[in-house]
């Protein structure tokens, strides 16, 4: 679970995009359930090479972002993953 099995895509100007500090993350995804069609108020702003969604954000919320690989797993040995987790817990203080 700790193995960063593929690339995805990040849109520029998100937040995701500011967190990662990139626009091509690898990541750890196990795809055995994705997001089809993302509901009102959500923006779909990463995929994977193969097309599906790998992130979601909702512009109008303070922190609202939903990602569909697993950091926790990579956040020992990958910066970008922990600053998901530092960006919601400051998020979470404000």
Do not use: C, M, Y
């Amino acid at each position: 679970r700790d193995r960063q099995s593929h690339i995805l895509e990040i849109e520029p100007q998100t937040r995701l995009a500011e967190l990662s500090g990139t626009t091509s993350l690898p990541v750890n995804s196990l795809h055995h359930q994705s997001i089809k069609e993302a509901a009102p108020g959500l923006v779909v702003v990463a995929h994977a090479e193969d097309g599906i969604v790998e992130a979601v954000e909702a512009p109008d919320h303070p922190f609202a972002l939903a990602v569909q690989w697993h950091p926790e797993e990579l956040a020992a040995n990958d910066g970008r993953a922990q600053r998901l987790f530092d960006a919601f817990v400051e998020a979470s203080r404000r």
